[in-house]
DNA sequence: CTGAAAGCGCTAACAT
DNA sequence: ATGTTAGCGCTTTCAG
């Protein structure tokens, strides 16, 4: 099932192929195609026609060799792999719409070094902007966008100093607050269920933020039950069986983040719980794909959209006042009680 | 919150630059920049030691021009906001991981116009390869793709005539697959929720290939239910109250997706359905995260990850024996009965 | 193994 | 409104 292409190896056109196609000057068809306004209508019109006819494609490399511009944006984040990332994308995307610019996604795989190869490779396209997720980042990954002359855009995370702008919000915060909330609704013998990885920052800060938060009412984790890998609706189911087995007496349960919360949620509704009542259970996220669950799990929003919004209007310069660099912005991450929380007593 | 940059404007640093700091001709810092051989180890570690101080970032731009190659690979995919596209996605990432490609994202929102703009923009890159979501593109997109010179690999669908390569499963006969399993089960009153997006081709195959494969049993949908916009798993529980509610005698409902297959599933397992007894239930992709719901939802599985895989490594020129362009690979898509579908009688 | 010259395809800056 | 000239920063090619 193969076949070769055809033998005739069409060199790519040239702006010259169109130049010479319809009697005007290189750089007379380099105007219109960059749609400026001074050309004559009549030319105009002749050069793309003739473009269009010809099926040319301008090369960007030249292009961006020649003006020294790129309307690229780099975008690093750690996976694509849950719907937070894609979420952020998203925003992204949308944002930079209507800007000329365009994103170019890289992936890290949680992985500092990865982060460090993929940031050198994308910062070698001389993009206009880079948006990277987090705060942490290998020296050499510093310096190089400390050094790369512009705008960048740290998300997600706001615990930490930026490199330039940020915009995320405080994941030991919204920590404190869930710690705050189940404190307030009454619960005392929290556990925990997240991740194994390490490299995942922000859950760490969330983490930290909740057992923090606890100690400030004189409370610690009960237990704690970590993975990794696998689906995150049965890891939950799994997790939340292991961890209720071995501490029956838990009265809340807090997630770190929904997907696992869902699971747990299902399991607990399947063995006959009574939430918020006898369990209490909180994920992290506020991912708006699990509203049809039986009942809502309490979650903190953590602004995906917004985030990947904010941080592209940052770059294109967009409601700035035209002040470049330095901007932090921390959105307020809202508690959202669900169903599976008990009213502050 | 801001502050001005650094009033030194450090222009980008060049290869004169490392070359004249370590005294070598900017040919050979070009040489072991880009891990030639013929470069005494001597002058190598001087060369390396010294672009490293710098902090030197090559400038691809400037390379690809020279070089007329460009390690870049286009992907187009219509959305982010579901898992089907960012698993592809990380399947590609994955494949050309260790290729020297780098993949460059774009999204078209199931747009024809939108793709036709982002091909056009991603062309003018020169990379080295495409991958695109399906065999539908505008006539100026399909133009562009036959005149670029470089490999093309449609995906997902295999319905239709590729351009130059294509990876995917036939969604037509993935939906008649599904009605003979349905029949096969003993199921005879069947009712369709799906999607209103009229330019999601893939779901309209689906749809296309259930009707036809009834029709040559003798059946035909019972009753049909749609929706727009808004979270799937809500929209599932919606739609299948109101198609029960409105046709209470159907004995199977097909979804066009997982997600909403699974809040319908939550759906009738609180009113108290016996699945897969009085009501069987299917979807479609087979995600795997939905593992955790209380039954195992019947799904064709779309192969989302190894089309990733498979349309990268034809880019890459892997697996290939040489041969460039024109390949064919339909994968199979596996029917999961899982826990929603009587067995077969 | 190393260097010098030429030029990739386009656009900034200057004519006209 | 249009054309001319001179590079952008790198790599190809050819010489040593």
Redesign the pocket.
């Known amino acids: 099932m193969s076949q070769t292409r055809q033998p005739e190896i069409r060199?790519?056109l040239?702006?010259?192929d169109v130049s010479e196609a319809c009697g005007?000057?290189?750089?007379?068809v380099?105007?219109v195609?960059?749609n400026r306004?001074?050309?004559?209508p009549?030319?105009?019109e002749k050069v793309l026609n003739t473009a269009r006819a010809l099926g040319y494609v301008?090369?960007k490399i030249?292009?961006g060799?020649?003006?020294?511009?790129v309307n690229l944006v780099a975008v690093i984040v750690p996976s694509l792999s849950n719907m937070v990332f894609p979420e952020v994308l998203t925003g992204i995307s949308e944002a930079l719409d209507d800007t000329g610019l365009q994103p170019v996604f890289g992936v890290t795989g949680y992985s500092a070094e990865k982060e460090e190869e993929v940031l050198y490779e994308m910062l070698s396209w001389r993009p206009s902007g880079a948006i990277i997720a987090g705060l942490e980042h290998t020296d050499a990954a510093r310096a190089m966008l400390e050094n790369a002359g512009i705008p960048i855009v740290e998300i997600m995370d706001s615990d930490g100093t930026p490199i330039d702008s940020v915009v995320g919000i405080s994941h030991r915060l919204a920590g404190m607050q869930m710690a705050d909330a189940i404190v307030a609704a009454g619960y005392r013998r929290i556990g925990f269920l997240g991740s194994k990885m390490t490299s995942d920052h922000r859950a760490r800060k969330r983490m930290q933020g909740l057992t923090d938060g606890l100690a400030t009412h004189g409370l610690e984790l009960a237990d704690t039950e970590l993975y990794s890998g696998g689906s995150a609706l049965k890891k939950g189911r799994e997790m939340t069986e292991a961890i209720l087995s071995r501490t029956a007496d838990l009265d809340f349960l807090y997630y770190s983040n929904d997907m696992i919360g869902a699971g747990g949620l299902l399991y607990c509704l399947s063995k006959g719980y009574d939430i918020p009542g006898q369990l209490g259970m909180a994920g992290f996220n506020g991912v708006d794909f699990l509203d049809g669950l039986p009942m809502k799990l309490a979650t903190i929003d953590a602004c995906r959209h917004e985030i990947g919004v904010q941080a592209a209007n940052i770059i294109a310069g967009k409601d700035q006042g035209g002040v470049i660099g330095g901007h932090r912005v921390e959105l307020t991450p809202q508690l959202v009680h669900g169903d599976t929380m008990r009213a502050p007593s």
């Not at 306004?37 to 004559?40: F, H, K, L, R, W």
């Not at 060799?65 to 511009?69: D, E, K, V």
């Open positions: 060199r790519p040239t702006l010259r005007v000057s290189e750089m007379t380099s105007r195609l960059r306004e001074d050309v004559s009549a030319t105009r301008p090369n030249a292009g060799l020649a003006s020294q511009q």
